[in-house]
Every structure is written in C-alpha cells, then in structure tokens.
C-alpha cells in the first residue's frame, strides 16, 4: 500500500528512521520488498533522476506496482530523490509518488530558497510533500561531484530560516556523511551537536540523512577477494542510525550498500563458475542477498516490527 511520507514521518519521529532506499531495476524491488516484508517495516523507495533514466520511468513505475501487487501487507512511499526544479515537476504531474525531493543545495540560500518555494507550492497543490536539503554533503551524486573541502554542515539558525521561508516538509541535512563508498578519512561520525542544535531549533520537524550507507567491511573485502578494488572505503557506523533517529532523523538514505551487495554477489558467482554466463542463477542470489541486508539495516534504523503498529494507526 502507498502512503504518504508524511504519514510515515508522523509514525517514526522520534521512535525510529524510516531505510530509504534506492532502486533501479525488479531484482531490487524484489529483494526491497521481500526485505521489508520479512522484517516487518515500512519504508520508502527512492528514484533517482539516473534510475528514471536506466530503462525508463514508465518501467520502474510499473515494478513498483508488480512489487506492490506481489507483496500486498507491504507499506511504502514512493519519493523522487535529488530531484531538479524539472523532474521535481514531472514526477508532480505523474501522480505516482507521495514526495519529491528538490535539491538546490548547491546553489546560494536565496536561490535555494526560490527554487524549492516554487516546488513546495507545486507540490502541496497536488497533495505531495517536499524535502529540501540545505548545507553540502561530500561525494558523488548523478551529475554533482562535491570536493572535500567543498562539502559543508548545515547551520541550524539558516536551516531554521530555510524551512519557515520555504514551507518544506523536510529537511536533508548535511552533518558529516557524504554519497558513495568512501565517506570518512578521518573521524568516523555524526555530527550530532549539529543535529542536536537543529532539532532544538526545528522541534517535531522530520530531518533526512543523506549518504547514510555503512559500506560493510565484510562486504568490502570479499568485494576485494573476488578481484575488486575498493580500498579505503568506509561508511556510516550503522550503530548511530537509532541516535540519530531521536534526534530528529525519520529518514535514512542508503544507495552505495546495496550496489556493493550487487558487485559482491556478482563478483564471486563469475569467479567461481568462470564458464557460466546466465544472469539468472546470481540474479536470485542477490535478490536473497539483498533482501537479508534490506531486513538487517531496518532492524538497526529500528523500523523493523512497525508494520502492526503504523497500520493501526493509519486505521486499515
Ligand atoms: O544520492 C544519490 C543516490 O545514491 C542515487 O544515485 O543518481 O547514481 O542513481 P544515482
Ligand atoms: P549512500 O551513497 O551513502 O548510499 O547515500 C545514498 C543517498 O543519499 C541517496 O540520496
Ligand atoms: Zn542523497
């Protein structure tokens, strides 16, 4: 059942972080909704500008409702993630996602002000709710690369001003993660006296972090085991999703985990059986495989065993 995010932020705060998650094609959908089925959690799929553009939106939308109709007891919401003023308006008018993000974090306040107002206003009309993200997390998204020393925390008097001139239902804040695989050089962290001073300043307010992926060292180097090489890469110490959760965060970003489940499991298959080639045998591994981490990350945010608990209070 699609919900609003809303709804599901209404549910979590303070309690626990709703795992969203990105995907990109059925075996993820599969392994998504077969995770969260068995872990009993609700949870948000994520599209992102690339992943409408993989096969083709129509597709992925169509794969969410196949997903949708195969595992019925599943609730979620469908939200566009790192939208642009465009495709932000695009997924508005499709009417298939419960929320959008518009993220002009790399533009000037005034101008990220602007451009998500008119989104919010877009969106509200249409009964869609907005994320915005303010301040600048390190890393590579799509199109965006963010040098290190570029990349900076949000500061929670502006993150205060943003949402009351803006009208945003949530706020993607930048408190030391960043995209990809390799997040941390030197202390291995949250920020969390930011997230503290945003929370104080923005009570009840649904925060989102980006860039949440723990990248697993197990996952790592059997990654490196089977001919990869991904030296050095580090995540988010999944032990603080739940701190973070009560101060605020109901919303947690993890893309890079999954991808690295994808390239273990694809890795190892080919190098063990050098002369098969169907993609059909390590395409069921990582639908299973994907499904234990989807199922192991929401026990961690604390989402798992919520199902019973939202469904009643969404009074179906
Ligand atoms: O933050 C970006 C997400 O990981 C989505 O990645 O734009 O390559 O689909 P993508
Ligand atoms: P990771 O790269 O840490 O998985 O972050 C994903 C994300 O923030 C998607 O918006
Ligand atoms: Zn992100």
């Keep these: 059942m699609i919900v609003t995010t809303a709804q599901l932020f209404k549910h979590a705060y303070g ?15 599969m392994g998504l909704f077969r995770g969260c089925i068995d872990s009993q959690a609700p949870f948000i799929i994520q599209i992102s500008k690339g992943a ?50 518009i993220d002009a974090s790399h533009e000037s306040f005034d101008k990220n002000v602007a451009i998500t107002k008119r ?14 993200e303010l301040g600048m997390l390190g890393g590579v998204e799509e199109d965006i690369k963010v040098e290190d020393g570029h990349a900076t925390l949000t500061n929670p008097t502006e993150a205060l001003d943003f949402v009351k001139k803006t009208g945003c239902d949530s706020l993607a804040c930048a408190i030391g993660t960043s995209h990809g695989a390799y997040k941390f050089k030197g202390r291995q962290s949250l920020h969390f006296d930011v997230l503290k001073q945003i929370q104080t300043l923005l009570p009840g307010y649904p925060l989102v972090m ?39 965060v109901t919303k947690v970003n993890i893309d890079t985990d999954g991808r690295l489940v994808w390239c273990r499991v694809h890795r190892e298959f080919f190098r063990d059986k050098p002369g098969d080639f169907d ?20 026990v961690l945010l604390g989402s798992a065993n919520q199902l019973a608990d939202l469904r009643k209070s969404l009074g179906k």
């Design 15 to 29: 309690k626990y972080a709703v795992g969203a998650y990105n995907i990109n094609n059925a075996e993820q959908a």
């Design 52 to 101: 409408r553009k993989y096969t083709d939106k129509r597709m992925l939308e169509a794969i969410i409702r196949a997903a949708g109709d195969i595992f019925p007891d599943a609730i979620y919401a469908v939200h566009l993630d790192h939208g642009d003023e465009e495709t932000c308006y695009d997924c508005i008018k499709s009417g298939f996602y419960s929320s959008v993000m």
């Design 119 to 132: 989104v919010v206003d877009a969106a509200h009309a249409k009964g869609l709710s907005v994320e915005a």
């Design 210 to 248: 980006h860039g949440s992926s723990s990248v697993p060292k197990d996952e790592v180097d059997r990654i490196n085991a089977a001919g990869g090489k991904m030296p050095n890469a580090v995540g988010v110490d999944p032990k603080e999703y739940l701190p973070a959760a009560k101060l605020g």
């Design 279 to 298: 993609f059909r045998p390590p395409g069921k591994i990582f639908m299973d495989e994907y499904a234990k981490f989807i199922a192991s990350r929401n």
